[in-house]
Nanobody, 126 residues
């Protein structure tokens, strides 16, 4: 399995922005669908966004649609999550993961994804 490493987390004020990055720790030729999830203390892992290998298709959870944007740079083997208009309820550990397929209309859950990163902490507070 691919080892994924997230970065870019930190402390941000409400209304602020952060950009997370996710990249494999080694070289990979994997053409994977990539997703972002988050998990807050005491809560289940929550799907946020997914992007297909070419970057031509994306999907978002209702809770973040319009505020978060997923993108990828395959030349750098990196997937990004741009987070804007952040709220205290966005506080969580954010993880990226790979999926081996893309099916339009999929209701994405953690079960669709294989390799996971360890996550990066995002804290939204004034």
């Amino acid at each position: 399995q691919v080892q994924l490493v997230e970065s870019g987390g930190g402390l941000v004020q409400p209304g602020g922005s952060l950009r997370l990055s996710c990249a494999p720790s080694g070289r990979t030729s994997s053409r994977s669908t990539m997703g972002w999830f988050r998990q807050a203390p005491g809560k289940e892992r929550e799907f946020l966004a997914v992007i297909n290998w070419s970057g031509s298709s994306t999907d978002y959870a209702v809770s973040v649609k319009g505020r978060f944007t997923i993108s990828r740079d395959n030349a750098k083997s990196t997937v990004y999550l741009q987070m804007n208009s952040m709220k205290p309820e966005d506080t969580a550990v954010y993880c990226c993961a790979t999926a081996s397929y893309w099916l339009p209309g999929t209701i994405w859950t953690a079960a669709d994804f294989g390799s996971w990163g360890r996550g990066t902490q995002v804290t939204v507070t004034s």
